[in-house]
């Protein structure tokens, strides 16, 4: 069994059963391509005759059962193009992948009356897929071009155990429970409508918190002699012809015309950045400038792959760009590692997967200068004492990058925060620097980014904590509960002095008996609820009630504001 406990093998293996249960349910489906992913796996497929819907979904799967008892050998041969095309004939999406595949023979992999074109790594027989699950049906296109036939999507997913698929199904299940578009709602932060279709709605609460986390960075930033700048949103489509980003990013921007003039609303906010760098000579003295920028982007994202804060059309990016001479790349990359490194602490992450990823098919340059900026951010981890693994041909167009996925309390893990080194911008937009001899050099731009973006960023954040936010970052700290009305003033007065400390508290106006009002705090995640009754009015004190149900008696306002003032350092 090749690969036997590589779960991309097995994962890769349940695709085939899937196209398998897909082929015998429904015949006349046209077969497209069905990879293994990092959660699972998928199948494209063109149904003939009426698309695919949940309902058939339980269906295909029991069927995928059925042909594992079967336990049918998974066997893989090379044959000739030319039987492949026959046995393709009346499938043009085989057909095209035959035709771009180098050499005169492809793969074939079969498992009994079924057959596939394939590269190969399988397991042993179709008895070796046990446990898996159908997770959805979604749209896509053919080679994930809009432009391109629509297809539909079925994804599943596979594990070599039952124990293993027993604790995917309860990650998955708590996942459901904490998924940030439902907290969203409970928690009054955000929401979606048909107006806007992945553009996020924030309401009060929430947009509180996204200026929590702006004012959080920007400290840092002044900190490290960042210089903020803002760039427009809408530029001339000559600008992203010139930073590449027409060539290899077209089919994800948004573009207007006005005046006989096409412009594009900004997929990134580097080439706004360069403008201003380029706009007055540049002495060795200024470098390395950093300019920092919380950027609105937009990106064209297809309906189907939209998913709450994780995938959206419109966003923010904490992007910095570095402009600095070779000589400085090395200590820019390692200071800004130690930067992500604080901001993720911050925020409750210290368990950390770095990668670098290296030069891509579509890049942009010579090998010897990516080269050089890949060795640069091998070099900054080092000095770091960071460890990293190389992901080939993963790196943006324009450069190598360092990736930091970081791991949430249910075990999944989240790429966010990314350091490129750039050649290419500079060279593309002719940026100088006046060095020390009087001459023009070019000078190499660091790109980095933490959260990456905002918003997702944020949804990360919520189910990370279930909803359940660190005290300096709880759009609401404190909700003051009476007991009965004779204690509303003490409770006022309560409010307004927790406030002028910088404590965000409310109180709760309602008529209901105090069960409900802490019933009614507890589904707003606050995590302090101070309750005032009649003992504590006579006292000047309060009764301290956090959500885990333990209560304090007695405390004194300045005991709870000192203790809050611990809480959000």
Request: glycine share 8%; proline share 4%.
């Amino acid at each position: 069994m090749a690969g036997s406990k590589d779960l991309s093998v097995l994962r890769h293996s349940a695709a085939h059963v899937l196209a398998q249960a897909v082929c015998e349910l429904f015949p006349s489906t046209l077969l497209t391509i069905g990879p293994a992913t990092t959660e699972g796996f998928f199948y494209d497929c063109l149904p003939v005759g009426g698309n695919f819907k949940e309902d058939d979904l339980p269906l295909i799967e029991a069927r995928m059962h059925e042909i594992s008892k079967r336990n049918l050998p998974m066997l893989h041969e090379q044959i000739s193009k030319e039987r492949a095309r026959e046995l393709y004939k009346d499938n043009p999406f085989k057909l095209e992948l035959i035709d771009q595949i180098p050499g005169d023979t492809v793969g074939l992999a079969t498992q009994g009356d079924f057959y596939d074109l394939c590269r190969g790594g399988h397991v042993a027989s179709t008895g070796d897929v046990k446990h898996f699950k159908l997770l959805a049906i979604s749209g896509s296109y053919w080679r994930a071009d809009r432009n391109n036939q629509p297809l539909q999507r079925i994804s599943g997913t596979a594990f070599y155990s039952a124990e293993d698929f027993a604790a995917y199904e309860q990650a998955r299940e708590d996942a459901l429970r904490y998924d940030h578009r439902k907290l969203g709602k409970q928690l009054d932060l955000f929401s979606f409508h048909d107006e806007g279709v992945g553009f996020p709605f924030f309401h009060p609460k929430g947009k509180l918190i996204l200026n929590l986390m702006t004012n959080y960075i920007r400290r840092l930033l002044e900190e490290r002699n960042y210089l903020e700048i803002a760039t427009p949103a809408l530029l001339n489509e000559s600008l992203w012809k010139q930073s590449g980003h027409y060539a290899h990013y077209k089919k994800n921007m948004f573009f207007s015309t006005m005046e006989d003039a096409t412009y594009a609303l900004k997929p990134m906010n580097c080439p706004g950045s360069i403008i201003i760098y380029r706009d007055r000579p540049r002495s060795y003295r200024e470098l390395p400038l950093r300019l920092a920028e919380f950027g609105q982007v937009h990106r064209f994202e297809l309906s189907g792959v939209l998913h709450g804060l994780f995938r959206v059309r419109e966003f923010t990016q904490d992007d910095g760009h570095i402009y600095c001479t070779p000589e400085q790349i090395e200590a820019e990359v390692t200071s800004t590692i130690g930067m992500v490194y604080t901001v993720l602490a911050k925020f409750g992450f210290n368990d950390i997967e770095v990668r670098v990823a290296t030069r891509p098919d579509n890049a942009m340059g010579s090998d010897e200068l990516w080269d050089t900026a890949t060795q640069a951010l091998k070099n900054g981890l080092t000095s770091s004492n960071v460890s990293f693994s190389i992901c080939e041909g993963e790196g943006a167009f324009y450069g190598p990058k360092i990736e930091f996925h970081i791991k949430d309390s249910m075990g999944r893990t989240w790429q966010c925060g990314t350091i490129q080194v750039d050649f290419f911008m500079p060279e593309n937009f002719d940026l100088t620097y006046v060095a020390p001899t009087g001459d023009r050099k070019r000078p190499v731009m660091v790109h980095r980014a933490i959260f990456g973006s905002f918003e997702r960023f944020l949804g990360i954040l919520l189910e990370h904590y279930k909803g359940l936010l660190p005290f300096w970052l709880c759009p609401v700290q404190a909700t003051v509960l009476t007991i009965t009305d004779e204690q509303r003033e003490y409770a006022q007065q309560l409010v307004q002095t927790l406030t002028g400390h910088g404590i965000r508290t409310e109180m709760d106006h309602t008529s209901d008996p105090l069960a409900g009002k802490i019933k009614t705090a507890q589904i707003a995640k606050t995590p302090w609820m101070l309750v005032v009754g009649k003992k504590e009015m006579a006292n000047n004190t309060i009764t301290l009630r956090q959500l885990d149900g333990k209560q304090e008696f007695g405390l004194t306002l300045d005991a709870l504001v000192e203790r809050a003032k611990e809480l959000t350092k």
